[in-house]
């Protein structure tokens, strides 16, 4: 079968605290949810009604197999989430400090076994065949998934949808310059690039957001999504078609997961072939109504929920 999504990179176990304001040594209770950017991704355009895959590694551990149940809960595909012996599946832990304040530790040593996709296991047939593929920016920090990710968007040769989410995460990478050769090098075979002002600025060089919409067009792809925070977003297609869309109105409880509701959206909105104003609306609406909620994966909202608070003009 074609999918409407596959996604590829990062997964693991979200360890949040129960308690909103509390430093994390004094945090006595946390909630366990699925996790990881892409995975999170997959997960909203699941939600969303849509036919989603994962390409991704876990432990061979029983967060491992938490991983793979909690998939299938969301309705995503697992059958390419496989175990890598040795390595324990991650965890990450944050700090919930409303409105804006979320510091994040991410326990990935020795290594995240999401860095082990390896090239030659790769399904690339149903690579080609996915009406939207996603990758991330992490994919590309270590080997053998830097090549794998390559691999998987040169095989695809920008056939359908491929989206790059810029994801940059600066703990996976010795500094910015090392990146961003291989952020020139995914963004050639991209239709699509989707980040905030940090991400496009270590992708161009530029953080203003016109100019790095710009400076993303001319490293091939059709299509620049820049999220610039509380001024909203900005899309700029090759074609000349323009959004500008401010955020909705929320009160935050955490800001974690917004940007990965925003991408399953946005997904959904390019698979809907609806406008770019429109797609962005609801991307816009995703990612505050999960910022509104505490956890990310089981946040992701449903079609009914993103188009009333669409309509509302605010989560309520």
């Known amino acids: 079968m074609a999918y409407d999504l596959i996604t590829m990179g990062r997964i693991g176990v979200d360890l949040y605290p129960l308690q909103t304001g509390v430093p994390l040594p004094q945090v006595t209770s946390f909630g366990k949810f699925l996790g990881g950017s892409a995975t999170n991704v997959a997960v909203a355009a699941a939600r969303l009604g849509r036919e989603v895959a994962v390409i991704t590694r876990t432990g061979d551990d029983p967060f491992g197999t938490y991983l793979h149940e909690a998939l299938r809960g969301f309705g995503v595909d697992d059958r390419w989430v496989t175990a890598v012996p040795g390595l324990p599946t991650p965890v990450t832990f944050c700090e919930v400090f409303p409105p804006d304040d979320f510091p994040l530790y991410f326990y990935r040593q020795p290594k995240a076994p999401d860095l082990e996709i390896d090239a030659h296991d790769l399904d690339l047939d149903a690579v080609r065949d996915t009406r939207v593929f996603w990758v991330t920016g992490t994919g590309l920090s270590e080997e053998p998934s830097r090549t794998a990710t390559l691999a998987a968007l040169a095989h695809r040769a920008r056939s359908g949808t491929t989206v790059f989410d810029l994801d940059w995460r600066p703990m996976f990478w010795r500094d910015p310059e090392s990146a961003r050769p291989f952020y ?31 400076a993303l067009l001319d490293a091939g792809v059709e299509l620049a999504v820049v999220k610039q925070g509380p001024k909203g977003v900005l899309a700029v297609s090759r074609t000349g078609e323009s959004a500008e869309v401010p955020p909705l109105p ?21 698979l809907a072939g609806w406008d770019l104003e429109k797609t962005m609306r609801h991307a816009n609406a995703a990612g505050a109504i999960v910022a509104s909620r505490l956890e990310c994966s089981s946040a992701m909202p449903t079609a009914g929920e993103i188009e009333a608070a669409v309509a509302a003009g605010a989560v309520l």
Request: hydrophobic share 45%; net charge negative; charged share 15%.
């Open 250 to 270: 929320v009160t935050v409880l955490n800001g974690l997961g917004a940007g990965d509701a925003f991408g399953g959206s946005l997904c959904h909105g390019l």
């Open 184 to 214: 020139a090098e995914a963004l050639r075979h991209t239709t699509v690039a989707v980040g905030n002002l940090d991400e496009v600025e270590v992708a161009t060089g530029a953080r203003e957001p016109h100019a790095a919409a710009r």
